[in-house]
Each structure stands twice: as C-alpha cells, then as structure tokens.
C-alpha cells in the first residue's frame, strides 16, 4: 500500500491507495498513536509523512518513512486535485485554512510563500468555545448556520447613516464592533458563532485577495479542513473573495493536499 500522511496542528489526514482507488480518512491529533498502529500492521507498504507533527508521527512507526516538507507536499497535492477536477491553471494562489491560515502563490510551477495569518480554523474552535462554551467542532458549525450577524459586526452603511459611503456599504467595518455593552447578555449562541466565522472568513479572504494581486493571478484556491462542513464559511469566504475581486476556487477534498502531495511522490 502507498500512503501519505499529513499529520497537523488539529488533524492528522491520511490519503491511501488500495486496489487503485484512493481513500481518504482523517483523525483527532490526539490519536496520532491509532494512525501509527494503523500503519505499523499494514505490513508491507510505502509511507510519506508532511506536517508539523511529522516527527512525532515517525517517532512512533516500525519502519522507516520518507519525510517531506509541508509546503512542497500540498503544492504537489493541490496539483493532483485541480487535475482532478478538470481545472489546469498556470497561476494561482492557495489558501489552506487549516489550524492557522497559510498563503501560497503558484506561477509556472513555482511555489512560493507569501505570507499568511493566526486567524484560522484554530481560532474559530477556539474563540467559538471561549464565548459561548461549546466544544465539538460539528455543533459549532451547525449552529452558526442558524445565526446571523445582524446584531453584532458594524457595517460600513451603518457608520454613514444618511449618507452615501465612498465603498460599499454592506462591507464590514468593524467585527463585532456594534455596540454590544447593552445586549451582551441577550445575544444567542447562533448570533456568536455565526460572527466568530464571519471574522475568520473576511479575515482570511481579506488577506488573499491583497496577496493574489502580488502573484498575477485572480483565482484563489482555497484548501483546508476548515472548510469541513461548513457552508457558512464557504459563504462568507466565497462573497468577500468575490467582493473584492478576485475568483473563489473551493477543492474536492482540498483538506487532504498535504496528504496527497506526499502520497504523489512515492
Ligand atoms: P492542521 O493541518 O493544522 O491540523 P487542518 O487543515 O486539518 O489543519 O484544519 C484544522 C481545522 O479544521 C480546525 O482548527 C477546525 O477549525 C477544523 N475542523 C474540521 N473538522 C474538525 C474536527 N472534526 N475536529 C476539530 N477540528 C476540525
């Protein structure tokens, strides 16, 4: 078997092939023991670890393991899967929103980084849980679709009451920036996390947009788990990409580029 291993910050994502087909399967890093005894019975078979809890990871397997740098590994896979999808693009960005946010620009097959943020999928576990208590990722996703921001983010048209504004008015101007010493107590946990993902979506569309005008290209690909059953970012991430001026590209299992791209090279 052949088998590339993105072991993460949050997620260790896990891209195998058996009988030609590839699978793909991801795990708590809190079990990055199972992944090992996982690989450690398949007995005979190929591995490629990425990530940045790589060395953990080959600390605990029998066998030896090819080890590949983070950035190379989801570049190849980012490749893989665009092909995948019918798409062949010379120039592009990718995002990978993962525990952090992390932007690439790719020309000619060259990858570079340029740059990226600490606001990222960690922060919307985090800040999520710090303000209304809950824990699961899946609950938090769920009920942030039921939310609205209304209540709580400041729009630009709200600054210029009765007036025109010099850029559009339903930009945001200030997250969570109504004021919200009045109502605090009032504000439902759907309300809340619906904004925590607004936050994390503009920010980091925000931030791709400016980085793709330094790399020639409009398309920006965005990978990352993320993405993982959550429509709302996608949302909000695809609008404010638009907004601004550039193309959205979501990945079919984009969260497993890192996977992919160290399972393409054995
Ligand atoms: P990393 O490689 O840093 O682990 P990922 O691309 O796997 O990053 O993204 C991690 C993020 O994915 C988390 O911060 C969280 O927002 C989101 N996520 C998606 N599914 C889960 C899950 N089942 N448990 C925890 N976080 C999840």
Not at 62 to 73: G, K, L, N, R, T
Not at 238 to 266: K, Q
Request: aromatic share 6%; glycine share 12%.
């Amino acid at each position: 078997m052949i088998v590339g291993i993105d072991a993460g910050g949050t997620l260790v994502k896990v891209a195998y092939t058996r009988k030609g087909e590839v699978h793909f399967e991801k795990y708590p890093i809190a079990e990055i023991e199972r992944v090992a005894d996982w690989v450690n019975g398949l007995g005979d078979s190929k591995v490629c670890v990425t990530g940045g809890k790589s060395g953990v990871l080959i600390s605990l397997l029998d066998q030896p393991a090819q080890e590949m740098v983070e950035f190379e590994a989801t570049h190849l896979g980012v490749q893989v899967l665009l092909k995948k999808m019918g798409r062949l693009e010379d120039a592009y960005l990718v995002t990978n929103v993962g525990t952090g946010t992390s932007i690439h620009c790719i020309q000619n097959n060259v990858h570079e980084r340029l740059g990226g943020t600490g606001v990222g999928g960690g922060t919307l576990i985090g800040l999520s849980h710090l303000l209304t208590g809950v824990t699961r990722y899946d609950d938090i996703v769920d009920l942030a679709r039921q939310g609205s921001r209304e209540r709580i983010d400041l729009k630009v048209k709200h600054i210029y009451e009765g007036k025109e504004p010099p850029i559009s008015g339903e930009l945001t101007a200030s997250n969570f920036g109504q004021n919200l010493f009045a109502i605090s107590e009032d504000l439902t946990k759907e309300e809340l996390l619906a904004t925590v993902i607004g936050l994390v979506g503009e920010t980091v569309s925000t931030v791709s947009v400016q980085a793709a005008h330094q790399c020639n290209s409009s398309t920006i690909v965005y990978i990352g788990s993320s993405f993982i059953d959550n429509p709302l970012l996608k949302e909000v991430v695809t609008s404010y990409t638009i907004l601004r001026g550039s193309v959205p590209l979501f990945l079919d299992n984009g969260e497993f580029s890192g996977a992919m791209g160290a399972m393409s090279v054995l």
